[in-house]
């Protein structure tokens, strides 16, 4: 009896899970949308600050080579100070 009311129940599950997976990929979406605002892709365009924040990362990655993460944000952050922003 108990595996007939189960064969009953999933479809409804499943839809329920579809419709919750799609509703959480549109407001991921949506949020990330709503961020580009706050994305420059030139140093002219950013506003200036009197305080910077570098995010850190390591200097070398595993192979002993540094970082290139780490080297472009200090490569950004020394633009962005030249430019006294």
């Known amino acids: 009896m108990k595996k007939f009311k189960l064969k009953q129940r999933l479809p409804k599950i499943l839809i329920i899970l579809s419709l919750s997976t799609i509703g959480l990929i549109y407001l991921s979406d949506l949020s990330i949308s709503q961020q580009a605002k706050n994305c420059f892709h030139s140093i002219d365009s950013i506003p200036s ?15 002993g080579n540094i970082n290139q993460y780490y080297q472009y944000r200090l490569n950004a952050a020394r633009d962005l100070y030249k430019a006294k922003k």
Do not use: D
């Not at 305080?51 to 390591?58: D, E, F, N």
């Open 49 to 63: 600050a009197k305080v910077g924040l570098v995010l850190g990362t390591s200097k070398y990655v595993r192979s």
